[in-house]
């Protein structure tokens, strides 16, 4: 029987997994002021009606163009940004309706390990410092166990202990994160969002924080949403990937499955984009997407990637397609998939 993607989109072998977060109809639009009175002309649609869920210990990875809304939607499930509309659950709590001070508690579950390490670092505080705010803040610890316990956190994320003293502008780039992921575990939360968490790094730094998060992962059963532009980190790294466009979910799938049998036209031009190290091969049959992102403050009607589709048609342009579960746990927005993939045992239930 199929249901709604909040139920049924399962990493493959989890079955007995539980709902660690929720997304339900998520949506967030920035109004746009313009004119001397400063009138409301419009909103940037960056997240719309996203359904989604996130699973106990396991990383779901998002990915697509810049601009798609991806850090939007992690900052709002964190209710860093406030959702215009729509329902973030943390297990059974819905976050979207308490106040700020409400939230505070829970903000222990719940962190975030931000995109570029020199500018989430406060230059004044020590690394020390930075590490022990959110100990003091919610008074874990003090004293002689406070100082124990950054130590502590400096050994788990590989830092030196003399680091404690240090100024961010004494570390590289890799070490920088590291103090930021530090910041990140230390109040023991069951979820992080990584943000373009390797993105400013250099390619052999970045492998070693992607095995860092992995073993961190494993030794504290972290649930993450591991946010990216690079298609190769994201599978790395994911259990599960989710690619977004223009501010909608456009496919869901494991990792494996979604990378070799991508179903979406958006996957498959993702996809084919990415670089081969070896001359041999033949790149005439990567998919090339005509134009550009449109513009979210007037997203086209219909299917949002119409636009750029080569598969489009007059339906495409009218009707905004439902997810489905094509395959097992694989959930595409299209209304071609059936026919672009010669998959049989049609028509489907949606999911939504």
């Not at 746009?32 to 002309?41: E, S």
């Not at 991508?262 to 998919?287: C, N």
Request: charged share 20%; net charge neutral.
């Amino acid at each position: 029987m199929t249901t709604t993607p909040t139920i049924q989109e399962q990493p493959s072998g989890s079955s007995t997994q539980q709902p660690l977060i929720r997304l339900e109809g998520v949506t967030k639009h920035f109004p746009i002021h313009k004119g001397f009175f400063n009138r409301k002309v419009g909103d940037v649609q960056a997240v719309t009606g996203i359904d989604l869920t996130i699973f106990q210990g396991e990383t779901l990875g998002v990915v697509g163009e810049s601009g798609c809304g991806k850090s939007t939607l992690g900052r709002c499930i964190l209710q860093l940004l406030r959702p215009t509309a729509g329902h973030v659950y943390l297990d059974d709590q819905d976050l979207t309706t308490l106040s700020n001070r409400q939230l505070r508690p829970l903000r222990r579950d719940m962190q975030m390990i931000f995109q570029n390490p020199y500018s989430s670092l406060d230059p004044r505080m020590t690394v020390g410092e930075t590490i022990s705010e959110p100990l003091q803040v919610h008074h874990l610890h003090k004293g002689p166990t406070l100082t124990k316990r950054v130590y502590e956190l400096l050994d788990m994320v590989g830092l030196p202990r003399d680091a404690y003293r240090r100024y961010p502008h004494e570390f590289s780039g890799g070490q920088r994160q590291r103090v930021g992921i530090a910041r990140a575990i230390s109040l023991n939360p069951r979820f992080i969002v990584a943000d373009e968490a390797v993105s400013a790094l250099d390619v052999s730094v970045q492998a070693q924080i992607l095995n860092l998060l992995g073993d961190l992962k494993k030794a504290f059963n972290l649930t993450y949403l591991f946010i990216a532009h690079n298609l190769s980190v994201v599978e790395y790294i994911s259990d599960r990937v989710a690619v977004m466009y223009l501010g909608k979910i456009a496919e869901v799938a494991p990792a494996g499955e979604l990378y070799h049998n991508p179903l979406h036209p958006y996957t498959k031009a993702l996809l084919s984009a990415i670089p081969v190290p070896d001359p041999s091969v033949d790149h005439s049959q990567r998919t090339l997407l005509q134009g550009d992102l449109p513009n979210p403050a007037n997203p086209p009607s219909g299917c949002r990637f119409h636009t750029r589709c080569p598969y489009v048609v007059d339906r495409c342009k009218q009707e905004v397609p439902e997810g489905i579960e094509y395959l097992p746990g694989h959930i595409g927005y299209c209304h071609r998939i059936p026919e672009i993939n010669h998959l049989p045992h049609w028509p489907a239930t949606p999911v939504n």
